[in-house]
Nanobody, 127 residues
Framework: QVQLVESGGGLVQAGGSLRLSCAAS????????VGWFRQAPGKEREFVAA????????QYTTSVRGRFTISRDKAKSTVYLQMNSLKPEDTADYYC????????????????????WGQGTRVTISS
């Protein structure tokens, strides 16, 4: 079993930065691909970024590419999402999720590909 806990959310002005953390328990977490998703009020949950178990492969949704960076520290069993140049439209609850696969398959953007989910952390960007 894997348990995920997100942290790092908060309120920042547009143009600012935040770093989200996803801390995991469970010895197999370091082998799992991990994704970040977000859900804004009244909207469906959407894919943000993903990283393979090795950390060698990453994927981003178009709207955050070049502004967000996903990374992982295996020793700390933690995955990070560095978010720069934040925009009001980035406001959402952010969730990390772990797949039971080590690689990013063709459906890495699909929430159903992920078996474990955290409770989320809220990010609010003011204009």
């Amino acid at each position: 079993q894997v348990q995920l806990v997100e942290s790092g959310g908060g309120l920042v002005q547009a143009g600012g930065s935040l770093r989200l953390s996803c801390a995991a328990s469970g010895r197999t977490f370091s082998n799992y691909a991990v994704g970040w998703f977000r859900q804004a009020p009244g909207k469906e949950r959407e894919f943000v970024a993903a990283i393979s178990g090795s950390g060698a492969s990453t994927q981003y949704t178009t709207s955050v590419r070049g502004r967000f960076t996903i990374s992982r520290d295996k020793a700390k069993s933690t995955v990070y999402l560095q978010m720069n140049s934040l925009k009001p439209e980035d406001t959402a609850d952010y969730y990390c999720a772990a797949s039971q696969r080590s690689y990013l398959g063709g459906n890495y953007y699909y929430p159903g590909e992920y078996a474990y989910w955290g409770q989320g952390t809220r990010v609010t960007i003011s204009s």
